[in-house]
C-alpha cells in the first residue's frame, strides 16, 4: 500500500489530504475538527511552546504580541518576526506549520509517506523554493520524498484529470494572501499540460479583501476605531487584541456575505452598542478595483502564451475568496467565457497535489533531495540611511515622458505631459526604501532595487511584474539595457553582475558599492577614483577612466561614457580611446547624468540643486533649473527641452537655449493625489 501526501501551504489556511490509492482524507485540526483546512498561524504560548493552528487562533486574544499569520507573503523577507522578544524567521515560522500538519498526518495514517507534493506560488524563485523545502526538511519529511509543484498546476490537475475534451482553460487561484493564474491544456484522452507563464500577484487576496472592509467599518465608526489606531500596543496590550477581534470580525463577516446578501454585526471591539450592516452589493463595490487587478493579471498570461480571451473554452475558478459569489460573476463578465466552480474551491489546490503525489510516487520521479538544496545564507539587515519623506530614488525615462519614483518600499509611476498618475506598486513591506530606479533603453521596463535584497522588473505601461532576482545583501543599484532583458546589477557587498535574461554572463568583484550602466555589450561602473569599462561577452575590462575621485554616476552608450562624481565635476569619455571630451563644474557632487544620441548634450542632476544642460562640444551650460533639494534624475525630451526630478518628487522642464532662462514648473509632487494615490493595483506582482 503507497501512502502519500499533498500539502497546500497557503497563507492564511493550510491543508493536508492522505491518500493510500482510494479517496484522499483531509487532515483535521483535533481543535476545529469541522473545519478541512489549518489555520497558517503560529502563537506562544506562556511557557515559549509554540502552538499552531486552532490553537493559535485562540491564544492571540490573550496574548496577541506572541502571534503571527500571513508571513507567507514575505517569505523570506531580511528580517525575522518577532514574537514577544523572540526571533523567528519565515522558514521556521513555515517548519512550524508543516511540521503540525504532519504530526496530524501521522496521527492518522501512522508511517513514513511514500511521496509527498508541496505546492508553492507559480512566481516563486528558486531561493523561496529552497527556503521552503529547508522549512519542510525542518518540520522532519524526507527530501528524497518531496516534490514541489505550482500551485495553479495543482489545481488545474484537480478540476480537469477526468476531462475527456481538448479545451484550453485558465485556473483562477484566489486564496487567503495571493493570487495565482495559469494557462492548462487537455488533450482528450486524460492527461492534461500547463502552459506559458503563470500570473501572480503575491499580495492581493482574502486578506486585502478584510481589509477594505476595515477601511470601511473606520470611515464610518471613526470615533469609536480612532483608540484602537492612533495608540500603540506598548500602550496597552489590550489594544492589539481588540484590533485582531475586529479584524476576525470583518473575516466572518465577509465569509457570511458569501452565502446571504446583507449581514448586520455588533462590533463589540468599538463598543458594545456599535452596529455595521453591509450588503453583498455593496462589498462587491469595494472589491471591484482589486478583482480587476486579478482580470488584468490574467490577461498578461494569455498575452504571454500569444493567446486570446476567445482562445480559451472556460475558466475554473479555485480558492477560498472564489466562494463569493460576485467574483464568479465579475469574472464572467470580463472573460465573457463559462466559469467552473467545485463544492470546494479552497480544496482544489490539496486535491490535485495528492492526485499528482501518486503519480509521481508510481512513476518514481526525481524529487528534491538533501543534498541539492541549501538554505541561502540570511543576514540582518544594515540600517539604511535617512532619506527625506517621500521619494528617496526617481528616474525618466529617456525621452521624459514617463517618471519612476520610489520610497518607503512603493514604486509610482506617472506620465509627465501631461501630468498623470499611473499605477503604484509596493514590492515589500521589509523594504524601507527602493535604492534604485532605472528604465531600460527602449522605456518598455522599469527596474526597481530596495534594501529588502531584491531586484524586480516592472512593464511601463501597466506595472506588471516580469522578474525579480534574490540577493544575500541590499542592492545598491540596477540598470538595464536596450530591451529590459538584459540586466546589470550591483549588491553592498561591491560586485557587478550582468544577466542576459535569467543567465548570469559577467560578474566582477568591485572595491564597494556603484553606479551601472548598460549599453549593447559593454558594461561601465562607477568606482572610488575611476570608472570601468567592460565587454560582457568576453569578460574583459577595455578602459579604466580616472576620474581622481568618487563616480558615483554612469550613462553609456555605444561610443561615450558620462561620469559623475562627488567632486562635483562631470566628466564625457571616448571609451574606446580613453580621451575626455569634456569636464563640466557643479556646486555639489553630480549624482545623475545622460548623453543624447551621439553625446551632442549632457544632462547633469547635483546635491547643489540643480539640474544642467551642456554643450559637449565647447562646455557651453544651455539650460539650468533649479529645484527645492537634491536633484536625483535627469532627462531630455526631444532635442529642446531638459526635464529633472529632484529628491521630493518634483519635477521640472526647462527649454535648451544659449542662455540660463525660460525656467518653467512642470508640476510637483505636492499635490493631494499624490500624498493619498489610490490605485487598485497597490501590491508587488
Not at 526571533?87 to 508543516?98: F, G
Not at 481588540?242 to 458569501?258: H, M, T, V, Y
Not at 548634450?601 to 539650468?624: I, K, N, P
Amino acid at each position: 500500500m503507497t501512502l502519500v501526501y499533498g500539502i497546500d501551504f497557503g497563507t492564511s489556511q493550510s491543508a493536508l489530504m492522505i491518500s493510500t490509492g482510494g479517496t484522499p482524507v483531509v487532515v483535521r485540526d483535533p481543535i476545529a475538527p469541522g473545519e478541512s483546512s489549518v489555520p497558517t498561524s503560529v502563537c506562544l504560548d506562556a511557557t515559549g511552546r509554540v502552538l499552531v493552528g486552532a490553537a493559535a487562533e485562540r491564544a492571540r486574544l490573550l496574548r496577541p504580541d506572541l502571534y503571527t499569520s500571513g508571513f507567507k507573503r514575505d517569505f523570506g523577507g531580511p528580517t525575522p518576526t518577532y514574537l514577544g522578544d523572540t526571533p523567528l524567521w519565515s522558514h521556521e515560522l513555515a517548519a512550524a506549520v508543516l511540521g503540525f500538519l504532519r504530526d496530524l498526518a501521522r496521527s492518522t495514517a501512522p508511517g513514513e509517506p511514500d511521496g509527498v507534493v508541496l505546492t508553492v506560488p507559480a512566481a516563486w524563485e528558486v531561493d523561496e523554493q529552497r527556503l521552503v523545502v529547508k522549512a519542510a526538511e525542518l518540520a522532519g519529511f524526507d527530501l528524497d520524498r518531496l516534490w514541489l509543484v505550482p500551485e495553479p498546476v495543482a489545481a488545474a490537475t484537480d478540476f480537469l484529470d477526468t476531462e475527456r475534451l481538448p479545451l484550453t482553460a485558465l485556473v483562477y487561484d484566489l486564496g487567503g494572501g495571493t493570487f495565482d493564474c495559469a494557462l492548462a491544456r487537455t488533450d482528450g484522452n486524460g492527461s492534461f499540460s500547463t502552459a506559458g507563464i503563470p500570473g501572480y500577484l503575491p499580495k492581493l487576496g482574502g486578506r486585502d479583501f478584510d481589509r477594505e472592509i476595515l477601511e470601511r467599518i473606520r470611515a464610518e465608526f471613526p470615533e469609536q476605531s480612532k483608540p484602537l489606531y492612533t495608540a500603540t500596543a506598548n500602550d496597552d496590550i489590550t489594544l492589539l487584541g481588540r484590533r485582531l477581534s475586529l479584524r476576525e470580525q470583518a473575516e466572518k463577516l465577509k465569509i457570511r456575505l458569501s452565502r446571504v446578501k446583507s449581514r448586520t454585526e455588533t462590533l463589540t471591539p468599538l463598543g458594545p452598542n456599535v452596529q455595521f450592516t453591509l450588503t453583498r452589493a455593496e462589498l462587491a463595490g469595494m472589491l471591484k478595483p482589486l478583482l480587476e487587478d486579478t482580470f488584468t493579471t490574467c490577461t498578461a498570461t494569455l498575452e504571454r502564451a500569444e493567446l486570446t480571451w476567445n482562445q480559451i473554452d472556460r475558466v475554473v475558478a479555485v480558492g477560498g475568496s472564489s466562494r463569493l459569489p460576485f467574483v464568479g460573476e465579475l469574472l464572467g463578465q470580463y472573460t465573457g467565457l463559462p466559469v467552473v466552480r467545485g463544492d470546494s474551491p479552497e480544496l482544489a489546490v490539496v486535491r490535485g497535489a495528492t492526485l499528482l503525489a501518486q503519480r509521481k510516487t508510481a512513476a518514481r520521479e526525481k524529487p528534491w533531495t538533501a543534498n541539492t538544496i541549501r538554505a541561502p545564507r540570511m543576514r540582518r539587515m544594515s540600517r539604511a540611511p535617512l532619506g527625506t519623506p517621500g521619494a528617496f530614488a526617481v528616474a525618466l525615462n529617456r525621452n521624459g515622458t514617463r517618471l519612476a519614483v520610489g520610497g518607503r518600499g512603493f514604486v509610482r509611476m506617472y506620465a509627465c505631459d501631461p501630468w498623470q498618475f499611473l499605477w503604484e506598486r509596493t514590492p515589500s513591506r521589509w523594504s524601507p526604501y527602493i535604492t534604485n530606479l532605472a528604465f531600460s533603453t527602449d522605456g518598455t521596463r522599469l527596474v526597481a532595487s530596495g534594501y529588502d535584497w531584491t531586484v524586480r522588473v516592472y512593464r511601463v505601461v501597466d506595472g506588471l511584474h516580469m522578474r525579480q532576482l534574490r540577493y544575500d545583501d541590499w542592492v545598491f543599484n540596477a540598470t538595464l539595457g536596450d530591451t529590459g532583458m538584459a540586466m546589470a546589477t550591483v549588491t553592498a557587498d561591491g560586485v557587478a553582475r550582468v544577466y542576459d535574461g535569467t543567465t548570469e554572463r559577467l560578474s566582477v568583484q568591485l572595491t564597494g558599492p556603484a553606479p551601472v550602466s548598460l549599453a549593447g555589450d559593454l558594461l561601465a561602473v562607477g568606482g572610488p577614483d575611476a570608472a570601468q569599462v567592460w565587454r560582457v561577452s568576453t569578460g574583459t575590462k577595455i578602459a579604466e577612466l580616472s576620474h581622481g575621485s568618487p563616480v558615483v554616476a554612469v550613462a553609456l552608450n555605444a561610443t561615450f561614457l558620462a561620469t559623475g562624481s562627488t567632486d562635483g565635476t562631470a566628466a564625457v569619455w571616448n571609451v574606446h580611446t580613453g580621451q575626455r571630451q569634456q569636464t563640466l563644474r557643479h556646486d555639489g557632487p553630480v549624482r545623475a547624468v545622460t548623453l543624447t544620441y551621439g553625446a551632442a548634450f549632457l544632462g547633469t542632476a547635483s546635491d547643489d540643486f540643480t539640474a544642467r544642460a551642456w554643450r559637449v562640444t565647447d562646455g557651453t551650460e544651455l539650460t539650468r533649473t533649479t529645484h527645492g533639494t537634491w536633484s536625483r534624475a535627469v532627462a531630455f525630451t526631444g532635442p529642446d527641452h531638459l526635464i529633472s526630478a529632484c529628491h521630493d518628487g518634483t519635477v521640472r522642464t526647462a527649454p535648451i537655449s544659449a542662455t540660463v532662462s525660460g525656467i518653467r514648473t512642470q508640476w510637483t509632487e505636492t499635490g493631494s493625489h499624490l500624498a493619498t494615490p489610490r490605485d487598485p493595483a497597490t501590491r508587488d506582482h
